[in-house]
Every structure is written in structure tokens, then in C-alpha cells.
């Protein structure tokens, strides 16, 4: 995700100057109440915003989706693979429901196995760094297996015996 957001045109170093400003600027606000230059209402609001200033810094948001978003995401994929041998068909779906987007499971009926997925926005990144998956340009948020792309690149070639 951070080459992404390096690629789109955020800044990293940039957040942190911004970061390290903002910082010092709560510093004088507290400075500037303490000595009575300002009222607690104009503190409290002023105060306010450089804390949620703050808050989008420290939380990026990458083709929309924020760091913390794909933090809590990776946080559930360990408790659902220890579960998944237990779990029910009903706690199944609702596990592979809040991995994927609607309709976001690609099969393929003749090879019965899984061509794609298409992973909810948090669970992208992480689902990406996957070996044996890979994600196009022209496709962007669908996952294609390999087992399936190399399948198919040789039946769509005219001069395959496949």
C-alpha cells in the first residue's frame, strides 16, 4: 500500500512534516490558553481540529480504503482459517461473505476450480501478497489464479493441441 500511495501522489515524508507541524501547533494552542489568549471554547475547537487533522494523517487512504482498514482486515484472517474446519456452512458463508464482494467468486464450471476473486477493498492488499494469484491493469481489484490464467492463455491460443 505504500508504493501505491507513494504512486498516486502521496507523500510519506510530506504526512510527516505535516505531522510534526501540527504537533506544534497544539503545543502553542496549549501555550496560548494557559497564558489566557484564548477562551476554552476556542480552545476546545482548535484543539478539535488538530486532532482530526491529525487523525487523517496517521490514517491514509489509498484508492479508498485506510491503512487502519487493511490492519483490522489482516487481523481477522487468522481467527477465520483456525475456524474454518469447525465452522458451520451458514458461519462459512458469512466468512467468505465478509472477505469477498458480492458476487465476487469467479468459478470455473468445466475445470471446477476458482478462477478470481474479487476481495472487499480492505482485504485486497493483503489478499494480493498471495503467491499463486495475480491482478491486471485492465482487471483492477480481481484477483485471477495462475492455475486458471495459464489454463486458459493455452486454450485461447489457435495453434495449442489443448
Do not use: C
Not at 66 to 91: C, N, Q, R, S, Y
Amino acid at each position: 500500500m505504500v508504493v501505491e500511495a507513494q504512486s498516486q501522489g502521496i507523500m510519506l515524508d510530506t504526512m510527516d512534516r505535516e505531522k510534526e507541524r501540527l504537533k506544534l501547533k497544539r503545543t502553542r494552542i496549549l501555550k496560548q490558553h494557559r497564558e489566557g489568549y484564548i477562551d476554552d471554547d476556542e480552545f476546545h475547537g482548535e484543539i478539535a481540529a488538530v486532532e482530526l487533522a491529525l487523525h487523517h494523517l496517521q490514517t491514509p487512504e489509498v484508492n479508498g480504503v485506510k491503512f487502519d482498514d487493511v490492519i483490522a482486515a489482516g487481523e481477522h484472517i487468522p481467527g477465520m482459517a483456525a475456524l474454518w474446519d469447525e465452522a458451520t456452512p451458514e458461519e462459512r458463508r458469512e466468512m467468505v461473505m465478509l472477505l469477498l464482494e458480492p458476487g465476487g467468486l469467479y468459478y470455473d464450471l468445466e475445470l471446477k476450480i476458482i478462477a478470481a476473486l474479487k476481495p472487499r477493498a480492505a482485504f485486497l492488499p493483503i489478499l494480493r501478497m498471495l503467491t499463486g494469484v495475480v491482478e491486471y491493469d485492465e482487471t483492477k481489484g480481481i484477483i485471477v489464479t495462475e492455475n486458471w490464467q495459464d489454463r486458459n492463455r493455452r486454450d485461447s491460443n489457435p495453434r495449442s493441441s489443448a
